[in-house]
């Protein structure tokens, strides 16, 4: 398989809800402590069950972004970058329904682990029916531009503000914003895919992402 040499990493893609998650799902009664390190320097650490849990899923997906380059060919990026994506997600919600209390949220996760498992056994599937064609440079700019703006949505701390210290309506604010990147990623695909197979699923996966955004709401309220 030739990959284009001119390619783009993926590291930035989605970080607001995987990295942020590590930040979030950690119980009220965490602790904080000050050791002082080599040097002399002091510091604060803050140690938390939901939170230790979450960190070696974070840094298993933040490992596998990095390791990811865009071929410029909009069918075998998508496919790529979205089943990274659910995979991290399938983690994510695994591990937070191990401390969920609210049980339409425990429900929603745990749904949502069956059905994006079922949605990555499609994708790759469909993986190894695609080839990587001739670039499409429009598409390359349009995700660039996306990837960019999510990278700075988290340099800023945007999510970090709204979320309040509570694992459930945390869990939720994460995967909203999860959600919504995967919508805006699969909206901006379908302008530029051509396989049939795949443009319906990802018309399947943009239709979910929608439907789990309404309940996640429906839940918090």
């Known amino acids: ?64 972004l990095k390791a990811m380059r865009m071929t410029g060919d909009p069918d075998f990026d998508y496919v790529l970058l979205i089943r990274t994506h659910h995979l991290g997600e399938i983690e994510l919600a695994q591990e937070a329904v191990k401390s969920l209390q609210n049980a339409g949220m425990k429900q929603l996760a745990q749904t949502l682990i069956t059905r994006k498992q079922n949605e990555v056994n499609q994708l790759e599937s469909a993986l190894k029916q695609i080839k990587p064609s001739r670039a499409n440079q429009a598409f390359v700019q349009s995700q660039n531009q996306k990837l960019e703006a999510m990278k700075l949505n988290f340099e800023q701390g945007t999510l970090e503000k709204k979320l309040a210290g509570n694992v459930d309506t945390d869990y939720a604010m994460i995967m909203l914003e999860h959600h919504r990147d995967a919508i805006d990623i699969t909206q901006d695909y379908l302008q530029y895919g051509k396989n049939q197979t795949l443009r319906s699923l990802a018309q399947q996966i943009l239709t979910n992402a929608k439907s789990d955004s309404d309940q996640l709401k429906a839940v918090m309220k």
């Open 1 to 64: 398989m030739k990959i284009m040499k001119n390619h783009q990493p993926w590291t930035a893609f989605f970080v607001t809800g995987l990295v942020l998650a590590s930040l979030t799902l950690a119980p009220a009664r965490a602790q904080s402590t000050n050791a002082t390190q080599a040097g002399g320097q002091t510091s604060s650490a803050t140690t938390g069950t939901a939170k230790s849990q979450l960190m070696p899923t974070v840094n298993r997906m933040m490992d596998k």
